[in-house]
T-cell receptor, first 117, second 108 residues
Framework: NAGVTQTPKFQVLKTGQSMTLQCAQDMNHEYMSWYRQDPGMGLRLIHYSVGAGITDQGEVPNGYNVSRSTTEDFPLRLLSAAPSQTSVYFC????????????????FGDGTRLSIL | GQQVMQIPQYQHVQEGEDFTTYCNSSTTLSNIQWYKQRPGGHPVFLIQLVKSGEVKKQKRLTFQFGEAKKNSSLHITATQTTDVGTYFCAGNTGKLIFGQGTTLQVKP
């Protein structure tokens, strides 16, 4: 199994450009999520999905859109990139919602390092 | 705002010394998870604590969940260079909120 695959690994954008970060998992996990990681800030939840066709906002959703048309894929779209969105983005998945109470470890992808100029 | 605070932000220890990182939440947590991220890598799940006062051990690592389920700690006994990385707690407040992480450096 490949686990959680994120593409691209690195990207440089100009302010105002749009882009989609791809995330795919082959573990048949229902729950998927996107985080951004900034120095001293830990991991902040952007959007999450508890299953195909269902998405919800996390802590820092502004400037980002998501969709979940299939169980496997959970793309993150930057509508109009801003320098404040320079960050490392991680996609994660788990069998079910990790806030549901049962032991649901999240499996993370390798991350996308995004720079906005 | 951030509801799960983690301290210290950085810790440098000599190999063989002990290390502890602490997590504190402003609200009661349903459970708490701990992750480790090696430099340049991605977070890897270590453990989940659910019960009030729970203590779990993994070799040299000891995890505790407070009686009030608002705080947690990770203690590493006799650190090794392989312990280098950033340790994150993630508290379940209805959403999974990560602490800022503690970065551990170990001098051989």
């Amino acid at each position: 199994n490949a686990g959680v695959t994120q593409t691209p690994k690195f990207q440089v954008l100009k302010t105002g450009q749009s882009m989609t970060l791809q995330c795919a998992q082959d573990m048949n996990h229902e729950y998927m999520s996107w985080y951004r990681q900034d120095p001293g800030m830990g991991l902040r939840l952007i959007h999450y999905s508890v299953g195909a066709g269902i998405t919800d906002q996390g802590e820092v959703p502004n400037g980002y859109n998501v969709s979940r048309s299939t169980t496997e894929d959970f793309p993150l779209r930057l509508l109009s990139a801003a320098p404040s969105q320079t960050s490392v983005y991680f996609c994660a998945s788990s069998y079910s919602n990790p806030t549901g109470g049962s032991n649901q470890p999240q499996h993370f992808g390798d991350g996308t390092r995004l720079s906005i100029l | 705002g951030q509801q799960v605070m983690q301290i210290p932000q950085y810790q440098h220890v000599q190999e063989g010394e002990d290390f502890t990182t602490y997590c504190n939440s402003s609200t009661t947590l349903s459970n708490i998870q701990w992750y480790k991220q090696r430099p340049g890598g991605h977070p890897v799940f270590l453990i989940q604590l659910v019960k009030s006062g729970e203590v779990k051990k993994q070799k040299r690592l000891t995890f505790q969940f407070g009686e009030a389920k608002k705080n947690s700690s990770l203690h590493i006994t006799a650190t090794q260079t392989t312990d280098v990385g950033t340790y994150f707690c993630a508290g379940n407040t209805g959403k999974l909120i990560f602490g800022q992480g503690t970065t551990l450096q170990v001098k051989p």
